[in-house]
């Protein structure tokens, strides 16, 4: 019996995460699932667009066995450190015998060269990155660009360049660099991602699999039933209960009030204490806000978006100054420590199973309620969760706490 | 010719405010009127009901020739730094010779006799105030005790502290404190207010005369026509045009998401370093956030009220978190210094030959316009009013920013 490890968002769960679902499972032959998720805000810097409780509920009812929680810390991360945050707790369920992901590529051979290679983290490589940086570039590309070159010697540097242009095949490597570094004897694969492409915003008039991207703009602009193509029913009819009980939809304007209020009354040192306030973006945001057409979130990202800063780095910069996270809480030495514990979100009698093996095999102590223990990821989660509820439609301290108040889903 | 100063909030004006000026102008046989006006937060830790440029409006619509900011660094304080602030900028300009105030007694004699022991701050003063917080008592009605005791010395104790249970009076012996301390020649007045009582919630379905806090809720319940019979003409314009133009009206609610912000993702310590969070009240905030029945600023205030912690105290001290002003800004010998400047929001005709006269006679420089200078209390009065203005029905930019944008009003 193989038991496979995925690491997702499901904002929401939609027709193309089936598909990979189903593709993981065939191609490594497991049985069980356990995913790794993020919980109210995601990777790019975006909260999500229904509480992980109901990202939780659509995984199990498509058949995941457990779901776990990628503490924020991880979460709203540049790709390397999602990655080591995620990897690292399915290594410390000692369960996951494969990680399987999603990328443009869908070839895993040459983005696991690259992995071996970048693993080591080479001094070319940072003098690759410093030197790109300096030219301007953001950061992504400038990694891309010179991870490119380091793998390339003499091969086809500008494939591997234009690999890693690709969201996912980036992410994915920075999954297969998370094993090595680990010493993982977890096995990776990859599912090529079909139908829409991850930045398409338009879902297509026919076919089933549209990009979450697109099954957002959907959901924002005609509720439920609009996405209804493009999702199991299962995740129909939780997005229906969730907008019916005023817990979604939720989006950035709904934070603009609090953001805006950092903004206004913090100094700029005070902003520069915050993580991924670099390079003097507290003065660029400060005086933008002057400049704006309307006090609106959208408005303030497309003031201060430049090629350099992508809207990516400003979502999440701009998500770690609503959350209040401190610089010195989040500095690569205190990411290399990996999260403290296993947060489980929810699971199913399989589940209930693999969570009674795990008491034997994960070295990582199990939390089953938040009350089991103590640690400042857990606050960080605490608290985001209550941030992303009173951004909710109808907010409620219910929903605001119920990290605090309610166990995991049981299914 | 001589010159009234007032010290006013008009939140909003009403026709209790005008039977007072009037009254001011008679007893003191003065022809012009200088008022200082609390700008967008007000004493008792509360938003102003519409933005100070329109209350400057009123005012100048009755009749005050000139209109200056009390900056918020001394508007959202106890009496004492309330009074300081407010006194000092009368005193400032020179051309003040009469200050009158409101007051539940209508007697200056015995405030005045009173006010010239408190001038001294004598030790017994302070020992009488350590005295009654030890048993519980909140600061002002331990400040009124202890002065009562201190000014009695055979008199009548008891007839003096049932004076200072009334807030009018209150204030007004701190303002006439703040004339001993700075040695002024301004002379003071006080006229009996007539009609509700200060604390009075509901308007008297006959008469013309309500209470300010009668008539906001009147206004927050039935629109400016609900306040009509109380106000005079010139205000039920303009709180009509406020009110359409998607401006007002603005109340404790509507900053409700940014004050839970800063109590759920600060930790106890940084709440602990701003002005007012006292005596571990950090921590009586973040647990109560747990207990309430559903995330409201009117919840949490009922939540966390004692007698010790006045609903007052509690208004003060959360006006502070939003607006991030730190304690070590506010502290005793930061407030003694006094304002740094006298900011114009407002002039007629007579008001411009002030200003005129002002030229020779201020002891602060005068600001028409904000970029006349730079100073830490003008950076909160911008911020005040941003955050202010970001809690309107219909937030706008030109709102958020008019303390850059736009001149003071002329009329």
């Known amino acids: ?147 490119a070159e380091l793998a390339a010697e003499g091969a086809d540097g500008a494939a591997l360049a234009a690999l890693m242009q690709q969201p996912n095949n980036t992410l994915g490597l920075h999954y297969l660099i998370a094993l090595e570094r680990l010493g993982s004897t977890i096995k990776p694969f990859t599912v090529a991602r079909t139908g829409s492409g991850y930045h398409e915003t338009v879902a297509p008039a026919d076919g089933v699999i549209a990009s979450a991207t697109a099954i957002r703009r959907l959901l924002l602009d005609g509720g439920p039933e609009a996405a209804s193509p493009y999702v199991p029913a299962t995740t129909l009819e939780i997005l229906q209960r969730e907008w019916q009980a005023g817990r979604a939809p939720l989006h950035w304007e709904a934070f603009c009030q609090p953001l805006l209020n950092a903004l206004i009354t913090r100094s700029p040192q005070q902003l520069a204490e915050l993580h991924e306030v670099t390079e003097g973006l507290e003065h660029r945001l400060q005086q933008s806000l002057y400049t704006l057409p309307q006090p609106s979130v959208e408005a303030l990202f497309a003031a201060v978006k430049t090629k350099r800063y992508t809207r990516t780095k400003l979502q999440r910069m701009c998500t770690h100054i609503l959350l209040n996270h401190a610089k010195v809480d989040m500095i690569p030495s205190e990411l290399a420590k990996g999260p403290g514990y296993i947060r489980v979100l929810g699971f199913n009698r399989t589940g209930r199973e693999l969570l009674a093996r795990m008491k034997d095999t994960a070295v990582l102590p199990v939390w089953v309620k938040p009350s089991a223990g103590s640690h400042s990821h857990l606050d960080w989660d605490t608290a985001a969760a209550a941030i992303h509820a009173a951004g909710m439609p109808r907010p409620a301290i219910r929903a605001m706490y119920a990290d605090y108040l309610r166990p995991p889903l049981m299914v």
């Open 1 to 147: 019996m193989k038991t496979l490890g995925i690491i997702v968002e499901y904002n929401p769960l939609h027709n193309g995460h089936v598909h990979h679902w189903k593709e993981s499972l065939r191609i490594t032959g497991a049985q069980h699932t356990v995913a790794v998720m993020s919980g109210p805000f995601l990777q790019r810097g975006e909260p999500a667009i229904t509480d992980k409780w109901s990202r939780t509920e659509m995984a199990l009812a498509m058949g995941v066995d457990l779901v776990l929680e990628l503490p924020v810390a991880y979460a709203v991360q540049p790709a390397e450190w999602f990655a080591r945050g995620a990897v690292t707790l399915l290594c410390a369920t000692g369960i996951v015998d494969a990680l399987c992901f999603g990328s443009e590529s869908g070839d895993i051979a040459p983005l696991h060269a690259l992995a071996r290679v970048l693993a080591t983290e080479p001094a070319e490589l940072k003098a690759g990155i410093a030197q790109r940086l300096s030219k301007g570039a953001s950061y992504p590309a400038a990694y891309a660009g010179a991870a």
